[in-house]
């Protein structure tokens, strides 16, 4: 096809004295896989808000298989065939898998005008069966509850629910995030197969390998302006990101020179986990594994969050069960992989956020200036290169990157001695990345302070850190220095075989 499945010319959104996006154009031909990227803030997500329906555009124009395309609302941008898969998905986990699917637009006898209309559960059933078999997921039962799923089947359940009613569109925001290895290719092969049905594709992405799997084109956003693109086969790696930020990037992984110190953390037959492992100042030590391997209920009992079972747990001189409020006064930090879930409180600001851990500075006794506050958060606002108005913006209107970054600077602003970081990357674009890496790079190469690091992202574990231990089946190995892993090696023993 060479007339778009959907274009977007001069489009253009403001909110209040911030410009999100100014006239940026975009258009995907049925059957073709387009890569949306840039930097948090870039403008990816307003753009795709208002091809949902979510937001309406200040100016442009809209079209959909070269007619005006205007939606009220999602429902509306839903059954003209353009759905949108978020990145923290919008299920309704107490539902069933075939109540998901077909919500918002339920069969009913006599018609959704009817009083006392009601719902046609062997149609629903039969829509949700088809939507399913169509993804080649025969294997989901309709009637399960979609809390009950697997992230890698729950996000199927959210693409079934767009072929349900004809999906013409399909938006796909960093769709990798919560997927292990085994469930991004398989979510790579679905691509394929509905980009053969003549599905138009955006797909919004930080991880620029997949990009260069995954896509036929690429479109670079940049401070809410087209920066430029071309067919991904004829863009280096590197030529996307220097469009993404504007400028050549340095050295992503920054290593410094490192010392290791005395023990700071030290694990002895941790149960969950199995674990001994010590940690020292001046050293990052990174824990691999696949998803569901344990390694995040292992972060949480170190922290204080879940249950030590057996063994022990030491933070420098402290030794024994202690909860979170200990570990923050004896000097570990935790950031959660869960950042809207438990790692933020979305309802207050940024600078509530960064600071509510140590409140002792902003006034005496119980009181808390607001001043001081805004002050010491601009300090990390400003060392991060946070996207927002003002510290006492709510955190909720950030990007899912800015708010990641105010989640890190949560345990700069505490100067905690070991940070226990769980996936810190997930969400942050490259240029954020880097920021973060150089960041680590410079408290461990003080001598001052450990980093225990858990990452799905291989590259990352084996780029910023000087030790590795993998997870495996509930089972954490031991510690080996950085040169003696691959990435083949690490998934090998992550996966319980043994490289060759």
């Known amino acids: ?44 997500s307003t753009l795709m808000a208002m091809l949902a329906g979510a937001l309406r555009p200040d100016a442009g124009v809209m079209r959909l298989d070269g007619a005006e395309y ?45 009083p006392f209309a009601l719902v046609q559960r062997e149609r629903m059933h039969a829509t949700a069966a088809a939507a399913l078999a169509e993804l080649g997921h025969r294997d989901i039962a309709p009637e399960r509850p979609v809390g009950e799923l697997t992230p890698a089947a729950q996000q199927l359940v959210e693409i079934a629910r767009a072929l349900a009613i004809g999906c013409r569109v399909l938006v796909l925001d960093e769709p990798t995030s919560s997927l292990g290895h085994a469930d991004v290719h398989a979510l790579f092969a679905l691509i394929a197969r509905l980009k053969a049905q003549g599905i138009a594709i955006v797909y919004i992405s930080h991880f620029i390998e997949e990009v260069k799997a995954v896509s036929d084109r690429v479109v670079v956003l940049r401070d809410g302006k087209n920066a430029g693109g071309g067919m991904t086969a004829d863009m280096p790696a590197e030529a996307i990101v220097g469009l993404m930020v504007g400028r ?19 694990l002895d037959g941790l149960v969950p986990g199995a674990a001994t492992l010590t940690l020292r100042r001046g050293e ?30 030491s933070v420098g001189a402290y030794s024994g069960p202690s909860g979170p409020h200990d570990r923050w006064r004896q000097g570990m930090g935790m950031l959660s992989e ?26 005496p006794a119980f009181t808390v200036w607001p001043a001081r506050q805004d002050r ?26 800015n708010q990641q970054k105010v989640a890190v600077g949560r345990l700069l602003h505490h100067d905690v001695d070991v940070l226990v970081l769980d996936e810190p990357t997930r969400g942050i674009d490259v240029a954020s990345k880097a920021q973060i890496y150089q960041l680590i790079d410079e408290l461990v190469s003080g001598g001052e302070k450990a980093v225990l690091l858990v990452s799905s ?24 220095p950085v040169e003696a892993w691959t990435e083949h090696s690490l998934l090998m023993e992550a996966s319980g075989a043994r490289a060759s």
């Open 1 to 44: 096809m060479t007339t778009p499945r959907f274009e977007m010319r001069g489009v253009r959104k403001a909110f209040g004295a911030t410009t999100a996006l100014d006239g940026v154009d975009l258009a995907v031909r049925g059957g073709e896989v387009c890569a949306l990227v840039g930097q948090n803030g870039a403008g990816k």
């Open 70 to 114: 205007a939606p009220r609302d999602p429902l509306a941008a839903r059954r003209a065939g353009v759905a949108m898969i978020y990145q923290e998905l919008s299920l309704a986990p107490h539902l069933s898998v075939m109540e998901n699917i077909v919500l918002g637009v339920e069969p009913v006898r006599g018609g959704a005008a009817a």
């Open 248 to 266: 050549t990037l340095g050295e992503l992984y920054p290593h410094g020179v490192r010392a290791a110190g005395e023990p700071v953390l030290e």
């Open 284 to 313: 990052i030590l990174g824990i691999a594994g696949l998803l569901g391997a344990g390694r995040t209920r292992l972060l949480r009992a170190i922290f204080g969050l879940e249950p030590v079972r057996n063994g022990r747990v």
């Open 338 to 363: 869960d950042r809207a879930g438990e790692g933020l409180a979305m309802g207050l600001s940024v600078a509530d956020n960064m600071t509510l851990t140590r409140l002792e500075p902003f006034g």
């Open 376 to 401: 010491a958060a601009a300090r990390w606002i400003d060392r991060l290169g946070i996207r927002c108005s003002h510290p006492r913006q709510p955190i909720g209107q950030l990007s899912g990157g």
């Open 457 to 480: 992202y291989l590259p990352e574990l084996l780029g910023v850190c000087d030790r590795i231990a993998v997870m495996s089946r509930g089972r954490l190995g031991p510690a080996r």
